[in-house]
């Protein structure tokens, strides 16, 4: 079997070109550039057999990146595992959207990112603005151990919590909290699809937003007065968290759209009736 082989047997399964040379290059590892160039070159036994593997549990419907150990995201590649949900690009909204708050801070500003997973939110935050005081947090420790490779391997400091949503972060105030908590609705039609990444970093109760709700209630006495929350959220549900804030009188309700157009993204500033200031998390 060569490259050409290898192409044509990913097609008789049904797998998209870009998903096959995504794979083909891990496995080889070389470039699509070099796989157009050299489509003759053979594949011994051992990579004939993993390939053959791949692509069986490509189709069905386990991630590439679970496959091939890896993803992009804003700029980053990222080590991910079945522990932790596979990077979406729609998530580098939120990254965006953050870095554009923090643009206009002080150097120091604190951040947070709630129920973290690879750590893709956290670590391209402390990438990109490097004065920045990030911490993480995550319910699972597999998870957990996985964003701290990352940020060990990417030599990006981040301070790792192990919790759920505020509970490692009693007495700490931030500038900005972020995150991409669960949203899917239970039992939702396109779950099946999802079957082999973390369900309980997908789902939250019979709207999807039990997750998002404990946040939002949360979030105010672990910000500074002029501080924001920002969320991700499904694509069809930018109404209702929008409600969400505004009904417990968050200020300044903003959304942001996604790749497709969507309203993927609220956020808002702390309401004005939260309770005094804490210290603020350092370093």
Not at 92 to 119: C, F, N, Y
Not at 132 to 137: E, F, H, I, Q
Not at 172 to 177: A, T, V, W
Not at 262 to 278: F, I
């Amino acid at each position: 079997m060569n490259v050409t082989d290898a192409l044509a047997l990913a097609r008789t399964l049904g797998l998209p070109r870009s998903d096959a040379n995504v794979l083909l290059g891990a496995l080889l590892d070389r470039s699509r550039t070099w796989l157009l160039t050299h489509d003759d070159a053979p594949l011994d036994a051992v990579q004939q057999a993993r390939w053959q593997d791949w692509l069986a549990r490509r189709a069905d419907g386990v991630p590439v990146a679970y496959l091939t150990g890896q993803h992009e995201f804003h700029g980053l590649v990222l080590h991910v595992t079945p522990d932790v949900l596979d990077p979406r690009p729609d998530t580098e909204t939120l990254v965006d959207w953050a870095l554009e708050l923090l643009a206009s801070r002080p150097p120091g500003a604190a951040v947070v990112d709630l129920g973290t997973g690879s750590g893709a939110i956290a670590l391209a935050i402390r990438h990109r603005q490097p004065d920045a005081v990030v911490s993480a947090v995550d319910l699972s420790p597999a998870a957990l151990a996985v964003a701290q490779g990352n940020g060990e391997r990417l030599g990006l400091p981040v301070r790792w919590r192990l919790g759920a949503w505020f509970e490692p972060l009693a007495g700490e105030c931030f500038d900005l909290i972020v995150s991409n908590p669960p949203y899917i609705v239970e039992g939702d039609a396109h779950l099946p699809a999802l079957r082999h990444e973390p369900m309980l970093a997908l789902t939250s109760g019979a709207d999807g937003l039990d997750a998002i709700r404990q946040i939002v209630a949360e979030a105010p006495t672990h910000l500074q007065p002029d501080g924001w929350l920002l969320l991700e959220h499904g694509h069809d549900q930018g109404p209702a968290v929008s409600a969400l804030f505004r009904e417990a009188g968050w200020r300044d309700t903003d959304q942001r759209a996604d790749l497709a157009g969507h309203w993927r993204c609220t956020g808002a500033k702390r309401p004005l009736h939260a309770v005094a200031e804490l210290p603020k998390s350092s370093r």
